[in-house]
């Protein structure tokens, strides 16, 4: 399996997300980073993820997919797209209940246009089992089926 990364473009306030490989948690913290800087954005419009070339991604990537989807139609009244042509990244989507947070399409009329890489940042374990927790936490609130999944590792990753 390829190694995760994740590209990022801004094309006239439609922020383009686009992962490659195995995408896992080592890339939170700067997703998170990420995350924040778009929002205050004074031009942000929109999100599109493309995960065309996503081979694999973790769950505490997924949270922050649906975080940046629930603080975009908090805040903007937008839903983000996701591009997702692979069998297996589609039913983890439908799995999570992602296609009540995101219009999730298998192509699109054009193509997407490439990003810089996220780098990943150095940071202490404490800030990343923050990060953690909180991906799963807002997965949890999507359905009853994820809050189960993630229950038991949240209590964990709480107690330690």
């Known amino acids: 399996m390829k190694a995760g990364q994740i590209l990022v473009a801004d094309h006239n306030g439609v922020?383009?997300?686009?992962?490659?490989?195995?995408?896992?948690?080592?890339?939170?913290?700067?997703?998170?980073?990420?995350?924040?800087?778009?929002?205050?954005?004074?031009?942000?419009?929109?999100?599109l993820f493309d995960l065309s070339d996503a081979e694999a991604i973790d769950s505490t990537t997924l949270g922050l997919m649906a975080k940046i989807s629930i603080l975009g139609q908090e805040r903007c009244g937008i839903m983000p797209v996701v591009l997702a042509s692979n069998p297996s990244i589609q039913r983890i989507l439908q799995t999570m209940g992602f296609s009540d947070i995101f219009t999730i399409v298998d192509k699109l009329?054009?193509?997407?246009?490439?990003?810089?890489?996220?780098?990943?940042?150095?940071?202490?374990?404490?800030?990343?089992?923050?990060?953690?927790?909180?991906?799963?936490?807002?997965l949890m609130g999507l359905n009853a089926s994820n809050a189960d999944t993630f229950r038991n590792l949240v209590n964990m990753l709480e107690s330690c």
């Open 109 to 138: 009329d054009a193509p997407v246009l490439g990003g810089k890489p996220l780098n990943c940042i150095n940071c202490d374990e404490k800030e990343v089992k923050e990060k953690v927790i909180e991906a799963h936490k807002i």
């Open 15 to 47: 922020y383009v997300i686009k992962m490659v490989g195995d995408v896992r948690l080592t890339l939170c913290i700067s997703f998170d980073q990420f995350i924040d800087a778009m929002f205050k954005s004074e031009n942000f419009t929109s999100v």
